[in-house]
């Protein structure tokens, strides 16, 4: 489960933050989460509230806010998202090569490795497969509130 990994990494980011800029406590933390990572936000959530308690973080508010995946092709130029070529990704991707997740439940590989979208996905007007990711692959905090 990568959401434990990502929280992980939040939450130090966090504690340099609040070290850095003299912050007792960080009171809202908005995490903006590309389409393409494919978040467990549950499993997400969990983990930072978890990894949070005792820090300057504990019992901050966490907004989770999903960039859509846009795409455009470098042969025809058309634009895209995600819903547009999701079933090209399900269908595509053997499952030797999912990831199955603790429950059992199988995750396509783009949940832990996005980038390999270009191996899954062509242009649907062009079926070109050279293409770029326009928005919706990172994740970063786009708001932080906090008390010194």
Do not use: K, N, Y
Not at 100 to 114: A, K, M, V
Not at 115 to 143: H, I, K, Q
């Amino acid at each position: 489960m990568h959401e434990w990994s990502l929280a992980q990494g939040l939450v130090a980011s966090l504690h340099s933050f609040a070290e850095r800029e003299g912050l007792r406590r960080i009171t809202l933390v908005e995490v903006s989460v590309g389409e393409l990572m494919e978040l467990d936000v549950p499993v997400f959530r969990d983990a930072f509230e978890t990894l949070t308690r005792g820090g300057p973080a504990d019992s901050a508010e966490l907004r989770i806010v999903e960039e859509p995946a846009r795409f455009r092709c470098r042969r025809c130029g058309a634009e895209w998202t995600f819903a547009e070529v999701e079933e090209q990704i399900h269908r595509g991707v053997p499952e030797d090569l999912m990831v199955r997740e603790p429950g059992g439940e199988l995750e396509s590989p783009l949940h832990i490795f996005p980038d390999l979208v270009p191996a899954f996905v062509r242009c649907p007007r062009c079926g070109g497969r050279d293409f770029e990711v326009l928005a919706g692959r990172d994740m970063r905090v786009s708001r932080l509130e906090g008390e010194r």
